[in-house]
């Protein structure tokens, strides 16, 4: 079945301590997605490629980057996290129609991040 | 800027009875789409239904259907014969025509009772 993976499911890491969240897609969609959701609350939206092109959400961190070295795969790095950055990290692909529409958009089971 | 209100935080519902979640949303555009998403407890966030606002006829998805009152952007969900795999959490979103980003709703939380 054609889907969305995010690796790995949990991770823990350490204040300050460099991460990297990984997503792969085999939908063959050309967006893709990076959010943030705390606890009962709506996914935040922090950044997304459309094919190579990065588009940074204003409010986004600068201590969050994102690589995306092929279609299929997608990394989210977080460079120093604290405390405040515990959270779930969704990915989620769409595809962009023919007149640049974004289409619906599919999502990952999510990486639960954990900061001691 | 476009908004998107549920103001229902929580609702409950006893097995195989209809619920139905409501969503408002503002904007000035004609070309949107809106969405209702579902993330159980595991945490995975599922598409339910879609609607293209040019589209009057109301989208269904088995169980699932909205009434979309384009007028009063109104976009309620009524999910028939509730099963207790619909607890959940309930996202209503909006997206504009040419767009990518996902406009949220705070979220409801439906309870389905035994």
């Known amino acids: 079945d054609a889907m969305v993976i995010q690796n790995p499911r949990y991770q823990v890491t350490q204040f300050g301590k460099p991460v990297t969240l990984s997503c792969s897609q085999t939908?063959?969609?050309?967006?893709m997605y990076w959010y943030q959701q705390k606890s009962s609350q709506a996914p935040k939206l922090l950044f997304h490629?459309?094919?190579?092109?990065?588009?940074n959400e204003a409010d986004t961190p600068d201590n969050f980057q994102s690589r995306r070295p092929n279609t299929s795969f997608c990394f989210l790095d977080i460079r120093s996290p604290g405390l405040g950055d515990a959270a779930m990290y969704l990915c989620?692909?769409?595809?962009?129609?023919?007149?640049?529409?974004?289409?619906?958009?599919?999502f990952g089971p999510g990486t639960r991040l954990l900061v001691l | 800027a476009q908004t998107v209100t549920q103001s229902q935080p929580e609702m409950s519902v006893q097995e195989a009875e209809t619920v139905t979640l409501s969503c408002t949303y503002d904007?000035?555009?004609?070309?949107?789409?809106l969405f209702w998403y579902k993330q159980p407890p595991s945490r995975q966030m599922i598409l339910v239904i879609r609607?293209?606002?040019?589209k009057q006829q109301n989208a269904t998805e088995n169980r699932f259907s909205v009434n979309f009152q384009k007028a009063a952007k109104s976009f309620s969900l009524k999910i028939s014969d509730s099963q207790l795999g619909d607890a959940a959490m309930y996202f209503c979103?909006?997206?504009?025509?040419?767009?990518?980003?996902?406009?949220w709703g705070a979220g409801t939380k439906l309870i389905i009772k035994p």
């Open positions: 979103a909006y997206r504009s025509g040419l767009g990518y980003q996902l406009i």
């Open positions: 989620a692909t769409s595809r962009a129609g023919a007149s640049g529409r974004g289409e619906t958009q599919y």
């Open positions: 904007t000035s555009e004609s070309d949107y789409y």
């Open positions: 609607q293209e606002a040019y």
């Open positions: 939908l063959n969609h050309n967006v």
């Open positions: 490629y459309y094919d190579k092109d990065f588009n």
